[in-house]
């Protein structure tokens, strides 16, 4: 399993920050019907059940927006991807089709209100630390581009930094070639709810990514 590491000055300033951590080998696929019979069931009750005023409520939601906060980053500027996804879901614009295992992934955020990190472990290199963006540290952001990570909480490697709650990378993305998965649910609250999170996950993965070899860790 990838060695995860969560850095001093981060762990100083959100001391409830745990790591939910799965590593496992899956089929990466870009359609999987019945993936989607379950995200349009859990989208449309979202949608009449929830209101955008309501997001911020959710404890693992609001537990992170207080993290940032403890990081250095606004969070109403730099959205969580939890919070992000729930709005998209509200207006009534529907989670994106990207593939069996990124949908899979958006499917439990949405449900937990989690954060959710998902890489292609295959361009990992070495011990990923979890810590805080530095001024003018290199990020560009799956569809957004150059990113400021100053003050946000990130995942680096041996390489650089590669994720983070608001955005994952584009080196790590989870493409058609993605066979080794690392997917890391983030929480500010401790543990309180992130067993039930990671169950789901690795539900849904052997389902419906044909998960092997699964590995789970809290840190």
């Known amino acids: 399993m990838t060695k995860i590491e969560i850095e001093p000055q981060l762990k100083l300033a959100c001391p409830t920050l745990r790591l939910g951590i799965i590593?496992?080998?899956?089929?990466?696929?870009?359609?999987?019907?019945?993936?989607?019979?379950?995200?349009?069931?859990?989208?449309?009750k979202l949608q009449e059940e929830l209101a955008i005023d309501a997001i911020k409520d959710i404890p693992a939601i609001?537990?992170?927006?207080?993290?940032?906060?403890?990081?250095?980053k606004?969070?109403?500027?730099?959205?969580?991807?939890?919070?992000?996804?729930?709005?998209?879901?509200?207006?009534?614009?529907?989670?994106?089709?990207?593939?069996?295992v990124v949908d899979l992934l958006?499917?439990?955020?949405?449900?937990?209100?989690?954060?959710?990190?998902?890489?292609?472990?295959?361009?990992?290199?070495?011990?990923?630390r979890f810590g805080i963006g530095k001024k003018d540290e290199a990020y560009e952001g799956i569809g957004?581009?150059?990113?400021?990570?100053e003050g946000l909480p990130i995942f680096r490697d041996d390489k650089g930094a590669f994720g983070s709650p608001t955005s994952d990378s584009l080196r790590t993305?989870?493409?058609?070639?993605?066979?080794?998965f690392l997917m890391v649910i983030i929480s500010f609250q401790e543990e309180i709810g992130l067993s039930?999170?990671?169950?789901?996950?690795?539900?849904?993965?052997?389902t419906h990514a044909?998960?092997?070899?699964?590995?789970?860790?809290?840190?």
């Open 23 to 44: 590593q496992c080998k899956i089929n990466t696929q870009e359609k999987c019907p019945e993936l989607w019979d379950i995200i349009n069931e859990t989208t449309k």
């Open 62 to 72: 609001n537990s992170s927006k207080k993290g940032y906060k403890a990081a250095g």
């Open 74 to 100: 606004d969070p109403s500027r730099y959205r969580l991807s939890a919070d992000s996804l729930l709005r998209r879901i509200v207006n009534g614009k529907g989670l994106y089709r990207i593939n069996n």
């Open 106 to 128: 958006n499917l439990v955020s949405i449900k937990t209100g989690f954060s959710i990190g998902g890489y292609n472990a295959a361009n990992v290199d070495g011990t990923i």
């Open 144 to 149: 957004r581009g150059k990113l400021n990570i």
């Open 173 to 180: 993305q989870i493409n058609a070639n993605c066979a080794e």
């Open 196 to 206: 039930e999170a990671m169950n789901l996950a690795s539900e849904l993965l052997v």
């Open 210 to 219: 044909d998960a092997q070899e699964l590995q789970t860790k809290i840190i």
